[in-house]
């Protein structure tokens, strides 16, 4: 099993350039998250899915959209890049029920904007 | 709205020593607790984590936490600090109600380091 995968692990790209992160799970989760990773800051949530079809605003979702399209897969797309969206983003997933079921993490995704 | 605070970005210790990473938390309900761990160019693992019943919470690697209510911290200790331990941890709050059902709340990090 693979787990949480993430693509690609490293981008760089120029302001106003889109892109799309993929995020695929193996686990029959559920729950999907998008979270970006400054220092100092810990993580912070940008959008989640609670099922396929679904998706929600998290705490700071300015800049991104998402797609559940299909119960494994979860894309978080940047329309117009900006420095301020250089970042390293981390997909998670959880199992269905309460809140104290763990979330399990992909490896990352490194992006930098220029 | 839950909140975590980490006290102490980096904390530096010796090989065999004692460590000790201190997390305060808000929350409005009873709550669930997570510790992560985060090694080098890698996602987010798993520690420990608190639910109900012990305040006495093992996790892997030797490490432990403590769920104390009165004093809103679950601070993660362990008695003899390996350098393979060296990564930065993180505490988390789950959210138990309202809109936020489900969701992890994160604070700010601590780099452990540790030294020969």
């Known amino acids: 099993n693979a787990g949480v995968t993430q693509t690609p692990k490293f981008r760089v790209l120029k302001t106003g350039q889109s892109m799309t992160l993929l995020c695929a799970q193996d686990m029959n989760h559920e729950y999907m998250y998008w979270y970006r990773q400054d220092p100092g800051m810990g993580l912070r949530l940008i959008h989640y899915?609670?099922?396929?079809?679904?998706?929600a605003k998290g705490e700071v979702p300015d800049g991104y959209n998402v797609s559940r399209l299909k119960k494994q897969n979860f894309l978080l797309g940047l329309e117009s890049a900006a420095p301020s969206q250089t970042s390293v983003y981390f997909c998670?997933?959880?199992?269905?029920?309460?809140?104290?079921?763990?979330?399990?993490f992909g490896p990352g995704t490194r992006l930098t904007v220029l | 709205a839950q909140s975590v605070t980490q006290l102490g970005s980096h904390v530096s210790v010796s090989e065999g020593a004692l460590v000790l990473l201190r997390c305060n938390y808000s929350?409005?309900?009873?709550?669930?607790l997570f510790w992560y761990v985060q090694y080098p160019n890698q996602g987010l693992q798993l520690l420990l984590k608190y639910t109900t019943g012990a305040t006495l919470v093992k996790g892997i690697n030797g490490f432990e936490a403590e769920f104390k209510k009165s004093e809103t911290s679950f601070h993660l200790t362990k008695p003899s600090a390996h350098m393979s331990d060296a990564a930065e941890y993180f505490c988390?709050?789950?959210?138990?109600?309202?809109?936020?059902?489900?969701?992890?709340?994160f604070g700010q990090g601590t780099i452990l380091t540790v030294h020969p």
């Open positions: 998670a997933t959880r199992q269905g029920g309460g809140p104290y079921n763990e979330q399990f």
């Open positions: 988390a709050v789950g959210n138990a109600g309202g809109t936020s059902y489900g969701k992890l709340t």
């Open positions: 899915s609670v099922g396929e079809g679904t998706t």
């Open positions: 929350s409005s309900v009873p709550p669930y």
